[in-house]
């Protein structure tokens, strides 16, 4: 079962033109949040953040596939788009950058974008890589068990992938046909690692081969191509078929961190490279070509964006930091003394 590569003329299912735009307009707001969370940390308000930038075309297309009413997400710190797409708001995400009171996924507890969103049925996760895949494994096991129509969807770079969580969580997702997509954003670099240093493979889509389910590598910056790949494994699981491996091929626009400096391990040539794979300016230049957009309705988007942030950022700049009484809260229950 060797892995595919998906191409345009294999698309069983298509975005409506309007949801093609209101992905768009989802993309182009993630990435007015990540320059500014940047910002932010320039100016030395907000402690860390990983950049979204490069993924958010993949992300927007995984989460359109799914049905968040019933389905699952296991997510990892390199997601901002993905969570917008599910329904966080700028408001809360920057709470957690700046530490302020009622950030909804660990009280501003931890680091930004960690710990559980009960509202939109994101897991708890971590930055340490791989471990929400077996936890993953897990929920759909208990889907499965339980008999429900509900497909888990765990997200995770290329760096992820060398990780023993993620063979021991596919190898057992095949054993048991787990309702599961393994998603895989490959930018090609695990921090400073690439990947031929990581893997003697050329796409990751071909491990599952090992696993006994399809894997299928596909342009990371494409929403329709995305869209289409994801929709068929989505399907697939319900159907009781069990796991599909997707390989998005995507490209990290920025550093690994706000603490890292791509230029001592990447080359100028792949610098230029990758910014002509901003699926920010692919999307818009499709949806300019197909008539789908204009010109000043583009400009539009990304004004109100950009409005959409800068409201957001005053909003919660000027909301009290987190309490220090609020470290116990959830983490300990508090009784009385027995006599």
């Known amino acids: 079962m060797p892995a595919s590569k998906h191409s345009p003329s294999d698309d069983s299912a298509q975005l409506a033109d309007q949801r093609l735009v209101a992905l768009y307009r989802t993309m182009v707001l ?32 995984c989460v359109e596939a799914t049905d968040p009413s019933k389905d699952h997400y296991l997510i990892y710190y390199r997601q901002a788009t993905a969570m917008m797409a599910l329904g966080a708001t700028p408001e809360e995400m920057l709470r957690g950058f700046l530490a302020k009171e009622g950030e909804p996924m660990s009280g501003a507890r931890q680091f930004p974008y960690h710990g559980a969103h009960p509202r939109v049925d994101m897991f ?34 290329d760096g992820a992938a060398s990780q023993g969580d ?18 895989c954003e490959n930018n090609r670099y695990a921090i400073s690692v690439p990947i031929d240093k990581q893997m003697a493979i050329d796409r990751v889509a071909s491990r599952a ?9 596909v342009d990371g910056t494409n929403i329709q191509e995305v869209y289409a790949v994801t929709k068929v494994a989505i399907d697939r699981a319900r159907n009781g078929d069990g ?15 706000t603490d890292d400096d791509h230029t001592r391990y990447r080359s100028a040539e792949d610098i230029e490279y990758i910014s002509q794979r901003d699926p920010v300016k692919i999307t818009s230049a499709f949806l300019l070509s197909k008539g789908l ?46 006599r």
């Open 30 to 61: 993630s990435r007015y949040l990540d320059d500014r969370v940047w910002m932010l940390n320039r100016q030395g308000k907000a402690a860390i953040a990983a950049s979204a930038q490069g993924h958010e075309a993949a992300q927007v297309a």
């Open 124 to 157: 708890n996760f971590s930055n340490v890589i791989a471990t929400q895949m077996p936890q993953a494994a897990g929920v759909a096991l208990s889907d499965k068990l339980r008999g429900l129509d509900a497909v888990t969807i765990v997200s995770f770079g």
């Open 166 to 183: 993620a063979h021991e969580s596919m190898n057992f997702a095949g054993i048991q046909k787990l309702p599961i997509i393994f998603f």
């Open 209 to 217: 081969a090992g696993y006994g389910f399809p894997g299928v590598s």
């Open 243 to 257: 796991p599909t491996l997707i390989e998005a091929n995507v490209e990290r626009l920025l550093p690994h961190t």
């Open 293 to 338: 957009l204009t010109e000043a309705e583009d400009e539009a988007i990304h004004s109100d964006a950009k409005k959409q942030v800068n409201v957001a950022t005053a909003t919660v700049e000027n909301e009290p930091f987190a309490g220090v009484e609020a470290i116990l809260e959830n983490v300990t229950e508090r009784t009385e003394p027995t």
